[in-house]
């Protein structure tokens, strides 16, 4: 029951879609379902991963430590994100650690089985290369418009780039990814529902 739920879940994440009905019963045979309760931690930094992470349900902050031994928060990700799949694919440990902000599971591939399946399937090769490509590309991106944005123009971009997970978070949580106060993001939402730009929803606030 469970290999066929697996296959049911891996034909909704993108990084699967060209696999066939037989393909992805070989995949999941080497796969399982890890469910955790909210604030459940996933990996700690410096953990060595012998599974491919996808999240297929819930809210995953990842962090750090500074040298203080405050936590600072890289990023929250939500449904079909991949974990940390850099770092587990040239098995070196974790450069961070994870944490659930909501109920959720993670779809544990085999690092073993991932690897031979890999050097027969070109094709998932290939989407795992775009998946890192893609987030470089969105780490550049992010660094170049954290430097020369506006506090109230983070805020605005962060809601127009991610209006689910936005939805998700509580309002601490963004103003720590937008490295800003609580109080500054307050005031800057106060601002862009005056301009029309952000309106209020019932979980929270949204782009209109």
């Not at 993108?14 to 469910?35: C, D, G, M, P, Q």
């Not at 600072?72 to 098995?91: D, H, Q, S, T, W």
């Not at 601002?191 to 606030?205: H, P, R, V």
């Amino acid at each position: 029951m469970e290999k066929q739920n697996i296959i049911e879940i891996m034909k909704q994440i993108n990084l699967f879609s060209s696999l066939t009905e037989k393909e992805l019963s070989e995949l999941a045979t080497v796969a399982h379902i890890s469910h955790y309760p909210k604030d459940s931690i996933i990996f700690t930094q410096g953990e060595m991963s012998q599974n491919v992470m996808i999240l297929i349900d819930g809210v995953v902050s990842v962090y750090k430590h500074d040298s203080k031994g405050n936590e600072v928060v890289i990023g929250y990700f939500n449904r079909y994100a991949l974990l940390a799949e850099a770092a587990v694919l040239r098995k070196t440990p974790l450069p961070s650690s994870a944490r659930f902000q909501t109920d959720g599971s993670v779809l544990k591939i085999s690092l073993d089985g991932f690897e031979s399946f890999l050097l027969s399937h070109s094709k998932l090769a290939y989407e795992i290369i775009q998946s890192l490509l893609a987030k470089i590309d969105l780490l550049q991106q992010n660094i170049h418009f954290n430097l020369a944005a506006t506090s109230k123009e983070k805020v605005l971009n962060f809601y127009q780039k991610n209006p689910k997970l936005a939805l998700d978070l509580k309002q601490y949580e963004i103003a720590s990814i937008l490295s800003m106060t609580p109080e500054t993001l307050s005031r800057n939402i106060s601002k862009l529902l005056k301009e029309e730009k952000l309106i209020q929803a019932a979980a929270g606030y949204k782009v209109p």
